[in-house]
């Protein structure tokens, strides 16, 4: 038997509050890697693209966390978290890589993260205006 809607939206709301919840425990200790760790960058640009990255990660955490209390449909709201989850993982973590690891390679991946960041917003936004609020 498929569970009601409200139960549904429960459910949804505690995974993305948990998404969120664990998200900026990891924006929290690779900040800390960032700032005091041994492989801290040194030079100045690394550390503006450490910094930015850490930005983005909490800013786009919070939002989560504040998307789980939003009083629209499940479908909304677990479409705009898939877009910052992967918008967090693709634009902080390439850059986290690029900085913190020294791998060159996720270099490219970065503007694909920014991206999905941007479409959870506009998503956001489509959604304010079109979807039903649930009572």
Do not use: N
């Amino acid at each position: 038997m498929p569970e009601p809607a409200s139960q549904q939206a429960t459910l949804a709301d505690t995974r993305i509050l948990a998404v969120g919840l664990v998200s900026g425990l990891a924006a929290v200790v690779l900040a800390a890697l960032a700032a005091h760790g041994p492989m801290a960058p040194t030079e100045w640009d690394a550390q503006r693209q450490v910094d930015t990255a850490i930005l983005l990660h909490f800013v786009h955490t919070l939002a989560l966390m504040l998307l789980a209390c939003w009083p629209a449909p499940v479908r909304w709201r677990l479409t705009i978290a898939a877009f910052w989850v992967t918008g967090i993982i693709l634009f902080s973590g390439s850059l986290y890589a690029l900085t913190l690891f020294a791998d060159a390679w996720p270099g490219p991946v970065t503007p694909l993260g920014g991206l999905f960041l941007m479409l959870g917003w506009i998503g956001w936004l489509i959604a304010l205006f079109v979807a039903k609020r649930r009572v």
